[in-house]
């Protein structure tokens, strides 16, 4: 499984989730290890309109294997971001196009892994 590290955090993805259609959201798990504390499940749930802007930022079309690969280049960014600054890492995090309003550099950050990806 693809992994991304640091000295003090290490994610791992695990794969996609299931119930898109159910959930309106598509479903990325990852088994996160912070240093000096128990290992944590965390799935992120990118929902539909997120994916639609992301979508249309990246110039790409928003099919199944578009929605796949983003939940899971977003989720890893957004569990970085939420550890770096030192916010609380839930078992299940929600990314809306808000998100995206909200921290303005994580499309940058986005684009720049989709381009090294």
């Not at 955090?9 to 309106?24: A, M």
């Not at 030192?86 to 986005?110: M, Q, Y």
């Amino acid at each position: 499984m693809p992994t991304a590290h640091t000295s003090e955090l290490v994610i791992t993805y695990e794969g996609p989730g299931n119930g898109e259609d159910l959930v309106g959201a598509v479903q990325a798990n990852f088994l996160v290890h912070r240093a000096g504390q128990p290992s944590t499940e965390v799935a992120v749930l990118v929902n539909h309109p997120a994916l639609d802007h992301l979508a249309v930022a990246l110039g790409q079309v928003n099919d199944a294997a578009f929605r796949t690969g983003a939940a899971r280049v977003v989720g890893r960014l957004f569990i970085e971001r939420t550890f770096e600054r030192r916010a609380r890492l839930g078992p299940v995090l929600v990314i809306a196009k808000a998100t995206f309003a909200e921290d303005a550099g994580f499309l940058d950050a986005i684009r720049a892994a989709v381009g090294a990806a």
